[in-house]
Nanobody
Framework: QVQLVESGGDLVQPGGSLRLSCAASASQFRSYAVGWYRQAPGKQRDMVATITSSGNTNYGDSVKGRFTISRDNAKKMVYLQMNSLTPEDTAVYYC?????????WGQGTQVTVSS
């Protein structure tokens, strides 16, 4: 059973930065693609960034150039560095891991960008 635990969400001012972390319990973590998604109130859950087992990354259009996803296979961690935050980035951020059989989600961490 895979468990994902996000942390790092907070209240931050516009223009600020934040780093989210996701701890995974998957035994074969290095073999799986992982990613970050977000969901704002009343909106659908959107892809923010993903990273494959080989390190290839993909970003949503609204975060390109501002956010960076990374992974540490030895620690079984996924990170999301978020810079130049705007109020439109306010959402619950979810960590995701995909195996051949299914997709796993964390409980989410709240990011609020407000002055």
């Amino acid at each position: 059973q895979v468990q994902l635990v996000e942390s790092g969400g907070d209240l931050v001012q516009p223009g600020g930065s934040l780093r989210l972390s996701c701890a995974a319990s998957a035994s074969q973590f290095r073999s799986y693609a992982v990613g970050w998604y977000r969901q704002a109130p009343g909106k659908q859950r959107d892809m923010v960034a993903t990273i494959t087992s080989s390190g290839n990354t993909n970003y949503g259009d609204s975060v390109k150039g501002r956010f960076t996803i990374s992974r540490d296979n030895a620690k079984k961690m996924v990170y999301l560095q978020m810079n130049s935050l705007t109020p439109e980035d306010t959402a619950v951020y979810y960590c995701n891991l995909n195996t051949i059989l299914r997709s796993y989600w964390g409980q989410g961490t709240q990011v609020t960008v407000s002055s």
